[in-house]
């Protein structure tokens, strides 16, 4: 879960920009109805590929309720991050911290789930 995390972190981390095009795409994209749909599909893709990540990782089938809950315990995590970070000002790259510590709590509890 630690690689599932710092993976999530860097990739936002690489996305983000300084002028905040990237946050205002995501609150353009999140907040609207006429897009939502297409919104929904990429993040459900998302979880998907945390779900294919984590049932390789453990030697489980991706549609087992371990892989797919943990990839929709991540996924729903981040979006709440990214909608709480909507109410910055200015959100920069300096909240991915405040996601990589969002985020720790949960990949722990997940991780002794997998080790179960």
Not at 29 to 56: C, F, K, N, T
């Amino acid at each position: 879960m630690d690689v599932v995390r710092h993976h999530v972190v860097d990739n936002l981390r690489d996305s983000v920009d300084v002028e905040g095009l990237w946050t205002r795409r995501f609150q353009i994209l999140d907040s609207s109805p006429e897009l939502r749909s297409e919104v929904s599909a990429h993040w459900i893709s998302w979880g998907a590929a945390v779900a294919e990540y984590v049932a390789q990782s453990t030697g489980r089938d991706v549609g087992d309720v371990l892989p797919q809950s943990i990839g929709g315990a991540v996924q729903g995590a981040f979006l709440t991050v990214l909608r709480r970070w909507l109410t910055h000002a200015n959100p920069t790259i300096d909240l991915m911290s405040e996601l990589d510590d969002d985020l720790m709590p949960l990949c722990r509890v997940m991780q002794s789930w997998i080790d179960e």
